[in-house]
């Protein structure tokens, strides 16, 4: 199986420019399905902290580049919206965020809020014992006893070190979020009002703006937040 991806098939969320060369690399097995984009990107293409993939192995294999609290020496390991980069020896710390036009950018953030990450839930079920499985936007699952505060579309932020909820956020009419799909990707702003659509057709969601006209969009597209992820903390 080929490393390689066409640039001109990746997906939007992906930073890197099309039309410069033929190929790039392909994202490996992991978290964020089809939109997780390759670490090497991140490193190369980003930040420019290597300049081909021979650096950027040797870069990893320091176990000074961590993901999410663990340390990380796959460069083709997917990153994805709302994870956190480390660089430990640099003392930098990044959030994923979506930018402009649905591309994923990073946001520098401080030590101690690199110390948890955000998750959207989108599936809750009873699992045996009685417990309750959350299961959230990158895959990643997570067990609590008692379930009954959480529902599809809240928020939660989880600690790194120990799954703790360290945070929960409810999606509602007057909750702060982020699109990070569609034509409003990146824009941020307050739930309006939630339309319920009969059928299976994808409920819509009215955000409105402080500075801006606001915007429609599906449910499936916004993620609930608070401040301290809009960045403006965080510089």
């Known amino acids: 199986m080929s490393n390689h991806q066409k640039r001109l098939s990746v997906p939007k969320s992906w930073p890197v420019e099309r039309k ?7 994202a490996g097995a992991g978290p964020h399905g089809e ?8 490193l190369r293409d980003v930040l420019g902290y290597a300049d081909n993939r021979k650096e950027a192995r040797y870069a990893l ?12 020496s796959d460069e083709e390991r997917p990153v994805g919206m709302f994870d956190i980069l480390a660089f430990t020896e640099r003392e930098e710390f990044y959030r994923v965020f979506p930018g402009e036009g649905g591309r994923l950018a990073l946001t520098p953030i ?7 990450k955000l998750g959207k839930i989108v599936n809750k079920q009873h ?32 600690s790194n070190d120990g799954e703790e909820i360290v945070a929960h956020f409810e999606y509602e009419e007057g909750a702060l979020v982020t699109a990070v799909n569609g034509a409003h990707a990146g824009e941020i702003g307050t739930i309006e009002e939630i339309q319920v659509t009969p059928g299976s057709a994808p409920n819509n969601v009215l955000v409105e703006q402080d500075e801006g006209e606001g915007y429609e969009t599906i449910a499936d597209y916004v993620v609930v937040i608070d401040e301290n992820f809009t960045g403006g903390d965080d510089e």
């Open 110 to 116: 401080d030590e101690e809020s690199a110390g948890s």
């Open 127 to 158: 699992v045996t014992g009685g417990d309750v499985q959350l299961t959230l936007h990158d895959g990643e699952t997570l067990i609590v006893e008692d379930g009954s505060d959480y529902d599809g579309g809240d928020s939660i932020v989880v």
């Open 20 to 26: 410069t060369e033929t190929f790039t690399v392909k």
């Open 61 to 72: 294999n320091q176990d000074n580049v961590l993901i999410n609290g663990t340390a990380v």
């Open 35 to 42: 939109s997780g984009v390759p670490l090497l990107i991140v």
